[in-house]
């Protein structure tokens, strides 16, 4: 397996639309990295110059320490898995897996061994003679997983593969690939949109907007110490809740809504870097795991009168989209199903203040 560095890479298309903006990037050996970001944030865009299917307009892609931004994709010795599979509709499912070895004119014995070895690993050795429309979605994913595998590339790359399956194929196929690459100590990038898909999988989060890289971490980190506004929402489901308001002084340090909502007393831990933002718009946000209902077990914590809107059961927990009783502004809280409230009540909810973060309101970078 191999490293791939990007360094200061630059994608411009014509007419000088930019699509990834100056992007460096260190993918370790036997790494399973996450490119994720919402619609035409740049990250298939970066995944195809690491495979050499669109050009570099400036920087340098390297793969094992060597510079490949004028070397074919053939000769890159990577594999790439596409969303729509791209199987052979004529060819069985071991031709399939095959034909690029043959291209490669590796001996028949070798390419047969590969291709059996390939389809046990993948659970898929009874399907070989089928042709592609004798499979479900999920089988078809395989198979095109495993055209991959055989090659014994140096990387690996996905672009966004499991997209065209219904959401428990998807579980059960980034579980797959998740032991996969366990199981291959593989060099692995993968393009999504889903954040739960990047956060269950990657053992490192890249977090694209508008081409530029918000955020490159670790997913517990991602999670926990977001850079910034767009990272915080974008990172958790249910989404961060953001409040828009400002900081003041009276008798110690206040978080104030905009348009007298919710006043909520900051801790002296975190008054020290907030002090200069006294008087002045912030954001704050809190997960919706961090505002609960009093009860057995629950932490103390900020009580603030809400009314409830919506109650969305989800079975181990309940979701309660809410509102603050003076802005009208819904936010969601993610509590126990021991107790469930009644939607147009009103309600005390507690914040846990430890797990807030602000934002400045201009860069909406973390403060």
């Known amino acids: 397996m191999a490293s791939v560095r990007l360094e200061n890479v630059r994608k411009v298309y014509e007419g000088g639309v930019v699509a990834v903006h100056d992007m460096s990037l260190d993918v370790k050996e036997m790494e399973f990295v996450v490119l994720v970001g919402p619609s035409g944030c740049g990250k298939s865009t970066t995944l195809r110059m690491i495979a050499g299917l669109e050009e570099v307009t400036s920087g340098d892609v390297s793969i094992d320490g060597k510079k490949v931004n004028d070397v074919p994709p053939k000769d890159r010795d990577i594999a790439m898995v596409f969303q729509n599979y791209a199987l052979y509709p004529h060819m069985s499912v071991y031709e399939n897996m095959a034909f690029g070895l ?79 690459h366990r199981r291959l100590g593989a060099t692995m990038i993968y393009v999504t949109h889903d954040q739960t898909e990047a956060m269950t999988m990657g053992d490192k989060i890249v977090l694209m907007k508008d081409g530029f890289v918000q955020q490159i971490d670790a997913p517990r980190d991602i999670y926990a110490r977001p850079n910034n506004k767009f990272v915080a929402g974008f990172i958790g489901s249910p989404a ?128």
């Open 102 to 180: 043959r291209l490669r004119k590796l001996p028949k014995k070798e390419i047969n061994e590969r291709v059996h070895e390939a389809a046990s690993i993948l659970g898929i050795e009874e399907y070989l003679d089928r042709k592609p429309k004798a499979l479900s979605g999920g089988q078809r994913q395989r198979v095109a997983v495993g055209r991959a595998i055989v090659r014994k590339p140096k990387v690996f790359l996905f672009d966004e593969p499991l997209s065209n399956l219904d959401a428990k194929l998807r579980v059960q196929m980034r579980t797959e690939i998740s032991k996969l």
């Open 240 to 367: 961060m809740n953001f409040f828009d308001g400002s900081i003041e002084r009276t008798k110690g340090l206040f978080f104030v809504e905009k348009g007298g909502g919710v006043r909520l007393p900051i801790r002296k831990k975190d008054e020290a870097r907030l002090r200069k933002h006294v008087g002045q718009n912030v954001f704050l946000g809190i997960r919706p795991e961090n505002v609960q209902m009093a009860g057995k077990g629950v932490k103390s914590g900020t009580k603030v009168k809400v009314t409830v809107e919506v109650v969305e059961p989800m079975g181990n927990e309940i979701f309660v989209h809410f509102t603050t009783t003076k802005t009208g502004n819904q936010h969601v809280a993610r509590v126990s199903s021991t107790k469930e409230p009644a939607a147009g009540k009103t309600l005390d909810l507690l914040f846990d203040m430890s797990q807030v973060h602000f934002f400045d309101y201009q860069s909406e970078k973390i403060i």
